[in-house]
């Protein structure tokens, strides 16, 4: 089955500093991919996805990620981070049906803080 | 828009106690499924449902049922609760059965067995 690994469960960043969430997938055919933000007590949020259409996504909040098929990568990233941007956040796959149908898959995500 | 409503909030069960999470949405979806959120787990899949009268296993479904006898409601019941089953659960609901279809999610529901 289609799988994503995200790595670091911690980020810390500067206010004002580049983000950059890490996400690796695996599937042997091409994958819908999707990122998700979580606030504190609250539910999941899309923050983009992608669909095969252009390899740079741009999602809600300034953020971006890039496909790259070469490195099975779907990297999150910001330009300059927002105290708002602390939260929790998910990177998930979709690929043809297998055992658990029409699911995401979900990494184990990636807390990022965002400190003055 | 209500999107994906979750009920209750929160709730304390001793061991071996039932209860029934709610969820309803009403935006004619006809993918839901339930999903569980435990600390460094990230979300595992319990059970799904692509439309009304089918349902089926995901990655935990130990200990769970469901049913789906509407395309709005996707109760998700536990028969006997277990202090493993203390988490946080969230149900979701997709327009696209495949493709690119994302979940839209409710706000959880959190659960303390004790």
């Known amino acids: 089955a289609q799988s994503v690994t995200q790595l670091g469960s911690h980020v810390s960043v500067s206010e004002g500093a580049l983000v950059l969430l890490r996400c690796n997938y695996s599937?042997?055919?091409?994958?819908?991919l999707f990122w998700y933000v979580q606030y504190p007590n609250q539910g999941l949020q899309l923050l983009l996805k992608?669909?095969?259409?252009?390899?740079l996504v741009k999602g809600i909040n300034g953020f971006e990620a890039e496909f790259k098929k070469s490195e099975t990568s779907f990297h999150l990233t910001k330009p300059s981070a927002h105290m708002s941007d602390a939260a929790e956040y998910f990177c998930?796959?979709?690929?043809?049906?297998?055992?658990?149908?029409?699911?995401?898959?979900f990494g184990k995500g990636t807390s990022l803080l965002v400190t003055p | 828009n209500a999107g994906v409503t979750q009920t209750p909030k929160f709730q304390v069960l001793k061991t071996g106690q039932s209860m029934t999470l709610q969820c309803a949405q009403d935006?004619?979806?006809?993918?839901m499924s339930w999903y569980r959120q435990d600390p460094g787990m990230g979300l595992r899949l319990i059970h799904y449902?692509?439309?009304?009268?089918?349902?089926d296993q995901g990655e935990v479904p130990n200990g769970y049922n469901v049913s789906r006898s509407t395309t709005e409601d996707f109760p998700l019941r536990l028969l006997s609760a277990a202090p493993s089953q203390t988490s946080v659960y969230f149900c979701?609901?997709?327009?696209?059965?495949?493709?690119?279809?994302?979940?839209?999610f409710g706000e959880g529901s959190r659960l303390t067995v004790l």
């Open positions: 979701a609901s997709s327009y696209s059965l495949v493709g690119d279809g994302e979940l839209f």
């Open positions: 599937s042997s055919v091409p994958p819908y």
């Open positions: 992608y669909t095969s259409a252009a390899t």
């Open positions: 998930a796959v979709k690929g043809p049906p297998r055992n658990s149908g029409y699911a995401l898959n």
């Open positions: 935006m004619n979806h006809e993918y």
């Open positions: 449902s692509v439309g009304a009268g089918i349902t």
